[in-house]
């Protein structure tokens, strides 16, 4: 079981369960091609916000696998939106889970993806006890990978054209971190 104590803190951002207030700011975020390109789905309009915000405003803890723990992720200096960001709880035998995030664009290439992957990273191994976190991510999303290679993530699995996505045949990439290599890893070390 993981309920966190909000809010979460980094030296620059604030992580914390979303709030009916931020669907305008999140439908800024989903509503942009950019930010959906690499995903499943299109590009939100309002209501498909206002339904996906309904479903992360409810995820704030994780009581059982299967569930996701899903966090608002504002920059503490402006209290503004940038991203959110999900720990998925995958199996309680296996002790596994996933991470991942969007961001809106106009805060890309600063290193809050990786600030904040670092607190999911940290939430799953130190506070749930997963013993494996992995990403996954589209072949072609090289900014996200190498967030996740920062990490000390390993690349597990490169999939060629596994899935069909958009109209056309995807690549995806796996990729993967066990317990005791967070540990060892020297990034563990900074500031949550």
Partial sequence: MLNPSYPLRTDRLTL?????DDLHPLHAI?????VARYLY??????????????????SAALTDEGQALSLAVQLTATGELIGDATLFWHSRTHRSGEIGYSFHPGHHGNGYATE????L????????????ITGRLDGRNHASARVLERLGMRREAHLVENEFVKGEWTDEVIYAMLRREWDAHPLTKESP
């Fill in 121 to 132: 990273l940290r939430l799953g191994f130190e506070e749930l006890g997963l013993h494996r």
């Fill in 116 to 119: 904040t992957a670092r607190v």
């Fill in 41 to 58: 789905g299109e590009p939100h309009d309002l209501e498909q916000t206002r339904a996906s915000l309904a479903k992360k405003a409810t």
């Fill in 16 to 20: 914390r369960p979303f709030t009916e």
């Fill in 30 to 34: 989903h509503r942009l091609p950019e």
